[in-house]
């Protein structure tokens, strides 16, 4: 694989202290091999992603070339409580299936430092409920300002996968909600990460309106795009 990268047209920039904290965390990290399928050139939509446990959001903020924000857990912009109780409980018991004691050290650890990261990094809150319009809300705000959202939609409530099991629809919502806005039918670009051998590949956009002009419903349009992602698999090993 190799890189095929021009500049961006919307160039991914962040605060000084933030983007120097990435290239601190990028040094103990293998180096990431890009192929985007878009040539740099990708117009603002939303990006689409594989979760591939911590590893594959920190990858994506640290290597997808445009401007975006991210959804994630609302705990994690709230309090210190609320951070540490969402790393230890969920993140790294339920999610990533780890023992008691190392998740309380590593929570009690993150929920302080973490902060600053979801700060710099723009993340806007995703939420399981009715308040899950405040975001489409702030993801339309962004998107008219020319600013990319990504969205890990995997259901993770058992864990993470390497291949995509079941997928959520908040990224179907945001796209409806902005073309009942302004008529505009929004780039979906699928991205697939790997671990394993440190690739990951931006995918050509793909389109929401013409799904639902075939009838098609949203479990069914989640199901088509989980199987894209799923089939990016091929292309980073």
Known sequence: MQNTMKEPKYPNKRKPFFTGLKAVLKCIRPKLTLLDRNEGQAEPGIFISNHCGTAGPFMVECYLPYSHHPWGAYQMNGD?????????RVLYMQKLHMKKVPSFLLASIVCVVSKAYYKGMGLISSYPDIRLVRTIKQSIACLEKNTSIVIYPENSNEGYH???NEIFGGFCLLSKAYYTKHHVDLPIYPIYYNKFTSRMVVDKPLYLQPLM???MTTGEICEF???????LKH???
Do not use: M, P, V
């Not at 210190?80 to 230890?88: A, P, V």
């Not at 795009?225 to 089939?231: A, E, L």
């Open 80 to 88: 210190i409580k609320s951070r540490f109780n969402y790393l230890y």
């Open 162 to 164: 390497d291949q995509l």
């Open 213 to 215: 002009q075939k009838g």
């Open 225 to 231: 795009y989980r199987d894209h992602i799923n089939g």
């Open 235 to 237: 292309a980073t090993e």
